[in-house]
């Protein structure tokens, strides 16, 4: 199993899986929550493109419990982003789990690159 860490800033995404890290910009003016889905979203394929097994470590408890249905979204503008995510680990062998900020590996990243 792979772990991947994801993090967001309001102008980019950032992924960190092993070695391996991708920094991502926004193509659009994004929410803090919005940031969180797509950064999570990009773990995501980059778990189904390497066809692993895959833990991906968010450090938004927020979007880690909507997508694993613990709480509610109510957001009109995260429900799509939600219902992508769920589609996404549907029948996949991959687990979304909430990590403390200073234990991101892309968190920390991003605040290296400010």
């Known amino acids: 199993m792979i ?3 994801c993090d967001s800033s ?13 920094f991502i910009e926004h193509s659009r003016k994004v929410t803090v929550n919005e940031g969180e889905y797509y950064a999570i979203i990009h773990a995501i394929l980059q778990s ?3 066809n692993v097994p895959a833990l991906i470590r968010s450090d938004s408890q927020l979007i880690v419990n909507q997508i694993n249905g613990v709480y509610k979204c109510h ?3 995260l429900l799509p ?8 680990i549907k ?24």
């Open 3 to 5: 772990t991947i860490y």
């Open 10 to 22: 309001l102008t980019e995404v950032c992924v960190v899986a092993g070695v391996f890290t991708r």
């Open 48 to 50: 189904t493109d390497a």
């Open 75 to 77: 957001q009109p503008n």
């Open 81 to 88: 982003l939600r219902d992508t995510a769920r589609d996404l």
């Open 91 to 114: 029948d996949r062998d991959i687990i979304i789990r909430w990590i403390p900020r200073e234990e991101n590996l892309a968190g920390i990243a991003l605040e290296k690159r400010k």
